[in-house]
């Protein structure tokens, strides 16, 4: 069975930084373009970033360039996202999600809070 | 950025009422479209894939059509299960991108 458990969110000031985690289970993680995706409070969903099945490319929405850096590790079949200065729209449930195209599997999210 | 525009925002509907959802991109995204389904507090579950591809184990009352920049999700016979909030999503292009979404409640 795929499992997709999402850890690391909570609450930080403005200007602050957090690590999310993705622990993968089931599949053969070293195979599969991996993503993440947001949903701010009471709005709707939005692709943050993926990365290859290697590590070798990674994508970002325009929002988010230059202060998430989206990584892998193969060899623990976990996914990351490093936030650094977060602002407060960057508020929302964070979910990992299997593949680059088609989201089959995803985590049951984390929530981040961004607030002083 | 290719932009999803879902239609309705919201809808009600009856068990057993057939229920459509569109979905239009804003330039030509071939069959890339996916949709899912959201319950409150949960993630996001995958449907139909490729516009029209019914995803393993999701039940045949619901359909995909569409190619181009037009796109149609149905529900042939609403249960009391599919109250949720439904989303398109394009990956013919990064950044991929969603609908807004169409809330389908109880009327």
């Known amino acids: 069975e795929v499992q997709l458990v999402d850890s690391g969110g909570g609450l930080v000031q403005p200007g602050g930084s957090l690590r999310l985690s993705c622990a993968a289970s089931?599949?053969?993680?070293?195979?599969?373009?991996m993503s993440w995706v947001r949903q701010a409070p009471g709005k709707g969903l939005e692709w943050v970033a993926n990365i290859k099945q290697d590590g070798s490319e990674t994508y970002y929405v325009d929002s988010v360039k230059g202060r998430f850096t989206i990584s892998r590790d193969n060899g623990k079949n976990s996914l990351y996202l490093q936030m650094t200065s977060l602002r407060a729209e960057d508020t929302a449930v964070y979910y990992c999600?299997?593949?680059?195209?088609?989201?089959?599997?995803w985590g049951q999210g984390t929530p981040v809070t961004v607030s002083s | 950025d290719i932009q999803m525009t879902q239609s309705p925002s919201s809808l009600s509907a009856s068990v057993g009422d057939r229920v459509t959802i569109t979905c239009q991109a804003s330039q030509d995204i071939s069959n890339k479209l996916n949709w899912y389904q959201q319950k409150p507090g949960k993630a996001p579950k995958f449907l139909i894939y490729d516009a029209s591809n019914l995803e393993t184990g999701v039940p045949s009352r619901f359909s995909g059509s569409g190619s181009g920049t037009d796109f149609t999700f149905t529900i042939s016979s609403l249960q009391p299960e599919d109250f949720a909030t439904y989303y398109c999503q394009q990956f013919d292009n990064l950044p991929r991108t969603f609908g807004q979404g169409t809330r389908v409640d109880i009327k």
């Open positions: 089931g599949f053969t993680f070293s195979s599969y373009w």
């Open positions: 999600a299997r593949g680059g195209n088609n989201f089959r599997f």
